[in-house]
């Protein structure tokens, strides 16, 4: 089984913090995402990835940055954490097969920042 | 950008009952795929169907797409308690460079 693991369940950090999040996936995928999920807001993609050293934005990638040196880890980075960074944090991960996509979540980071 | 929507947008049905949820999406795609999401945890793969697919079928899950409504339902049947989660579709559009779009999702309760 695919297993995707982050770093942490749960996450406090003060305003001003850098903040990383961490995944590391197990089955050689190529692809890795960072999603954060508000209620009422569903899904929105904030970076992927396709390759190592590789970086695309998605939708919201502002106030984050991402890095991905080895090619089953994929760091969503917070360069100074903000009140409205509140959120759940999923990463996934998926094949390089651009016609299937099936992505493999982590459970989740919950971050507060106060 | 969100292209799917769910609809409803919750759900609350007695056990053994069926349920229904829609999928609305606006471009086109390569596929379809359904998530479940247990609270608080991150999304499960379901069902994934192709554009060129009608229906498909995994143990008490159906799933039809329509593409020239750019629509999909997807069926539970027989549902349990262990059912209650939401559900997500999440659509890969052709060319899929951005990888795969979700929708806000449907909450689905099964009342005991």
């Known amino acids: 089984d695919v297993k995707v693991t982050q770093s942490s369940r749960y996450l406090v950090k003060r305003t001003g913090e850098k903040v990383f999040l961490e995944c590391v996936q197990d089955?050689?995928?190529?692809?890795m995402f960072w999603y954060r999920q508000d209620p009422g807001l569903g899904l929105r993609l904030i970076y992927f990835?396709?390759?190592?050293?590789?970086?695309e934005k998605g939708d919201i990638p502002e106030g984050y940055s991402v890095s991905r040196e080895k090619k089953e880890r994929f760091s969503l980075i917070l360069e100074s954490a903000s009140t409205n960074q509140t959120s759940m944090y999923l990463c996934?991960?998926?094949?390089?097969?651009?016609?299937?996509?099936?992505?493999?979540f982590g459970a989740g980071t919950r971050l507060s920042v106060l | 950008s969100q292209q799917g929507e769910e609809d409803p947008q919750a759900l609350s049905i007695q056990e053994g009952e069926n349920a229904t949820m829609n999928c609305s999406y606006k471009t086109s795609i390569n596929n379809l795929q359904w998530y479940r999401q247990n609270s608080g945890r991150g999304l499960v793969h379901l069902i994934l169907?192709?554009?060129?697919?009608r229906e498909k079928h995994s143990g008490r899950l159906r799933v039809t797409l329509d593409t020239s409504k750019k629509s999909s339902s997807l069926l539970i049947t027989a549902s349990r308690a262990a059912d209650t989660a939401s559900y997500f579709c999440a659509t890969l559009p052709i060319g899929g460079a951005d990888g795969l779009t979700f929708g806000k999702g449907t909450h689905l309760i099964i009342q005991p």
């Open positions: 089955m050689d995928h190529e692809n």
């Open positions: 990835s396709y390759d190592v050293k590789m970086k």
């Open positions: 169907i192709r554009s060129n697919e």
């Open positions: 996934a991960s998926s094949l390089g097969d651009r016609t299937k996509n099936i992505q493999y």
